[in-house]
DNA sequence: TCTGGGGTCCTAGGACCC
DNA sequence: TCTGGGGTCCTAGGACCC
């Protein structure tokens, strides 16, 4: 008989990952505020803060800030555009650790994890004991500190490892649950965004204990599928498992222009500079791609996406710019007059339907070169192993003011 | 103060089939 | 000779998370 067994859960967060890695590599930097994300330009730069020092947190500066007004509040910030694979390299580091604990780590996120330790505590004592010992190893192998939330589901250890942080460890007791969350703000509450949370103070309800003064009848009448959840997560019920394995839904790539552009070549041949990439990277997991979605945001901050889903899937990256650019024409036939001369402010390519490559269903076509095809793209995925992305690009890249991506060098 | 880039999940409407 | 209802697939958009 399946008993209802009470699991201990483990949150991991690190502290200001990125800053804190750059800290860490950069003693020069260390309690002055650092900023990793696009790069402000004196004030005119484009784009967010991915991550502000504890310093720079004291100057009012925080993730997801234009970065133009994180200047402005903060001009002597050190200013960085970030290292994606060093920080990758630290992640999988602190991944290891934690695995090296319990096998079900399920990563969130580059800097978090969630562990189910139940089975690991008669071994190795109390939940809070664990999480110490983690945190000791994490900071004795990568000087760096993580807080962790300890707690009978996945929602309350999340929400307790954010208590204290930085360096912080917080434990919910199981039967505490209400009593942990009563007190805290709805926006704390896991799919409580800026529009769910200006819907539930418009009903007078800015606390977690102020949800249950509705029914789960009503909360799902206004908030639907979501208002059931609500209903649970603030009564502390979360009965999602930690899943270790994860299964890619989709992937894309976008970029945003450094200025909002008219010029029909450049969008052409960042498209193509996008499908190579999705391509790749599709080729690199040996997915497939059932569906292809083009994103064009404009000027005026106006998205849209068009989206097509394929006879037959592709990893190929002629394929998936073709696609790409029918889709650009189902998207220029719409609405012609009123946001037909906009100009471009972002350009995104997505693919979704995900099939594992070496077990879908290939379609026989005796007169396709597919087999060709598949060994040209692997001659050119390890031309750019080797290389990285500058071995080998296709003319058509090759010209001025291309692609405008983040991730050009830095100077 | 203008708003990145990587994702997930949900909703709603239309096409199409039985 | 006008029309039901269910099921599935596809598409577009939006909220949300880190």
Redesign the pocket.
Known sequence: MATLMARTILHLDMDAFYTSVEQRDHPEYQGKPVVVG?DPRGGGG???V?AASYEARGFGLH??M????AY?LCPQAVYLRGDMKKYGEVSRRIMAILKDCTDLVEQ?????AFLDVTGSLRLSGSGRELAAELKKRIRAQERLNASIGIAPNKFLA?IASDLEKPDGLVEVMPGQEEAFLSDLLVER?????????EELHKLGIYKIRDIARLSPAELAERF???GHQLHRLARGIDERLVAPEHE?????????FERDSDDAGQTRRTLLGLAEAVAR?LRDQNLLAG?VTLKVRDED?V???????LPDPTDDADEIFATVLRLLD?LKARDRQDRQDRKVR?L?VYAS?LQDALTAPRQLRLFHPDEKKRQLNASLDAIHERFGGQGMQRASLLGRGQTG??DDGTD
Request: charged share 25%; glycine share 12%.
């Open positions: 696009a484009r784009g967010v991915a993730s997801a234009p970065i133009g007004r402005r969130i996120s580059i800097d978090e999340k509450l896991w799919g409580v965004g800026p529009r769910t949370a639907g599928k979501h890619w839904k989709s992937l894309g790539q976008e970029t945003t990277r569906t901050f998205t849209a996406t068009r989206s097509l889903t189902r972002l995104g339907r991506t983040a």
